[in-house]
């Protein structure tokens, strides 16, 4: 069984007698001898690049879409910059990018220096100036927050399990977004922020869980829960369970994604159901036309709008509402 070619190389990279400009420039001597090769063969992937397992019907939608051009999906959460560098190095038509990082985006830009078409998937990343599909957060957030507000709810937490490091203007595009909206929805409302009600998980569940535990223990808790996804709901949902606390009678909660489980709990969750079909037929086909008609297309973004689907886990407080509250 022979060896891949990149194990030896690594090894001799770590040889004492190599020095250190080799081993920064030798890997990207490497890439463009693989690009060369590629050429020379004529064998080249459309590949799409996703940052995250997005659901079955994502995918199926973008392979329906996709027609006659090959998918390949690989997950990129810990690895994006390396495994993108791997496909640029074999010379792939085509990328569909979901970036972990708004803002760390050096991979992305050599990939445009170097000619390779790709369109983001669900990230805004204004540095980039590129071809971009996603869904409007901010006003879905906002319209969420309202719904809450309009009911009675003066006290309303936004969960999320994003991490926070280097401050919120870090944080991905569409958490980001969801977050101003939460934030726009309350000063409309009249509602002073209370940057206690702003919950991040750093990543890691049983970090968020405490977080939600520590507020749902509160004398003065949050009597509603916004959480950025259908994952941190379910996290919500399980703190709730065992403090004794229950949806909605004792706290309201709205989650985004519309995800199968939220019709299956009691009550179904109210949810802010994003336009899966239409997001994989979106970007798949931008890709492609990307792909035929060459890199001379002028960067265009398309939001795609979400939908709030009310179900019975928002209670409606208003009749209850004294008059010193709604001043809160």
């Known amino acids: 069984m022979g060896m891949p070619a990149q194990k030896p ?10 020095s250190p400009t080799s081993r920064t420039s030798l890997p990207a001597a490497w890439r463009q001898d693989a690009a060369r090769r590629s050429v020379w063969s004529s064998q080249t992937s459309k590949t799409y690049i996703l940052r995250e397992p ?16 090959s998918l390949i999906l690989t997950r990129t959460l810990r690895w994006e910059s390396r495994r993108l ?17 708004s803002f760390e985006v050096d991979h992305l830009i ?15 990343v204004p540095a980039l100036e590129a071809h971009t599909v996603a869904i409007d957060n901010f006003p879905a957030a906002r ?9 009675g709810h003066r006290r309303i937490a936004l969960i999320s399990n994003s991490r926070i490091e280097g401050g919120q203007k870090y944080l991905t595009s569409p958490v980001r977004e969801r977050l101003e909206g939460y934030k726009a929805a309350l000063h409309e ?22 977080k939600v535990r520590k507020l749902c223990q509160d004398d003065n808790r949050p009597t509603a ?17 065992e403090d004794g606390l229950s949806v909605p009678e004792d706290v309201s909660l709205i989650c985004f994604e519309n995800a199968d489980w939220t019709v299956a709990v009691t009550p179904p969750l109210t949810v802010i159901a994003q336009p899966i079909k239409e997001l994989a037929s979106a970007v ?26 009310n179900r019975g886990s928002v209670k409606d407080l208003s009749s209850d509402l004294s008059p010193d509250r709604r001043s809160a």
């Open 9 to 18: 190389a690594n090894r001799f990279l770590r040889r004492p007698s190599v």
């Open 225 to 241: 829960f916004l959480a950025v996804t259908s994952a941190v709901a379910l996290v919500v949902l399980s703190v709730l369970r």
């Open 85 to 101: 560098r791997v496909m640029l190095a074999k010379r792939v038509d085509g990328l569909i990018v979901s970036p972990a990082s």
């Open 110 to 124: 050599e990939a445009r220096n170097m000619g390779c078409p790709f369109v983001l998937l669900d990230r805004r």
């Open 143 to 151: 319209n969420a927050v309202s719904s809450f507000t309009r009911q």
């Open 189 to 210: 409302a009249g509602i002073r922020i209370d940057p206690k009600l702003t919950v991040f998980g750093g990543g890691d569940n049983e970090n968020l869980a405490r």
């Open 284 to 309: 798949t086909e931008r890709l492609i036309a990307r792909l035929n008609g060459g890199s001379s297309l002028s960067p265009e973004e398309t939001l795609l709008s979400a939908t709030l689907i």
């Open 54 to 69: 997005f659901e079955p019907l994502r995918i199926r939608r973008m392979q329906m879409a996709s027609m006659l051009f």
